[in-house]
């Protein structure tokens, strides 16, 4: 039963445009993160927020933010897409940011033309 | 240099067969998880997995954890068996993020 809820699944968009993805969680968990899948399947964090605490994998690009409006909503903005964007990006959520099991939700993928 | 290897990178085998998937990590590990993932991409946690040996249905994980390495075992594998096994780690070096393998590709025959 998917509890992490993910929108939109499927997005094409041109390059230089702004994209987000929202993603909400109902597992009363305190920690949600993205992850970025490239074409080769290898799943790489990109952000983790928990308790307000922003943790931001330095080889992210500046284009790309988080935002949170409480801690069951972290949605990801991208402001201005760029050919190698094109990928699926995971949410997840765990209890706390001690390494417990995540729950992803099913992707949103990216398709830059 | 990849933290997380898994082998083989695809694997295909008859329904029925029993399925063997090895994750090798190159640092400590505080915690170890195998995921799913289907063909449709969406990704559930199997099993939580940080030392020993652990069940779950057809699923067993045996991590051994000195030699930074673990497996799971999918018996009397069935064709909804099918999609992407990925191993992830926290690694004990402070960070308390997963760190993912590029996962082995199963594939059933009926």
């Known amino acids: 039963e998917t509890a992490v809820f993910q929108t939109p699944n499927y997005h094409v968009t041109q390059v230089g445009n702004e994209v987000s993805f929202n993603c909400k969680q109902t597992?009363?968990?305190?920690?949600m993160y993205w992850y970025k899948q490239d074409s080769k399947k290898l799943l790489k964090i990109m952000f983790s927020y928990n308790n307000k605490q922003l943790i931001v994998n330095e080889t992210v690009p500046r284009r790309f933010s988080p935002q949170s409006s409480d801690k069951a909503h972290l949605n990801l903005r991208i402001k201005s897409v760029e050919p190698e964007d094109s990928a699926v990006y995971l949410c997840a959520s765990s209890r706390d940011n001690s390494g417990n099991t995540l729950y992803f939700g099913e992707g949103s993928r990216l398709i830059v033309v | 240099g990849q933290q997380v290897q898994q082998s083989p990178a695809s694997l295909v085998l008859q329904e029925g067969e029993n399925a063997e998937l090895q994750c090798n990590f190159s640092?400590?590990?505080?915690?170890l998880q195998w995921f799913y993932q289907s063909p449709g991409g969406s990704l559930v946690s199997l099993l939580s997995?940080?030392?020993g040996t652990k069940h779950t249905g057809r699923l067993t994980s045996t991590t051994v954890t000195k030699e930074r390495r673990s497996s799971l075992h999918i018996s009397s594998s069935q064709t909804t068996d099918s999609g992407t096994y990925l191993c992830a780690i926290v690694p004990g070096t402070g960070s308390n993020r997963l760190t993912f393998g590029k996962g082995t590709k199963f594939s059933l025959i009926p």
């Open positions: 997995n940080p030392s």
């Open positions: 597992l009363g968990h305190d920690t």
């Open positions: 640092s400590t590990a505080t915690q």
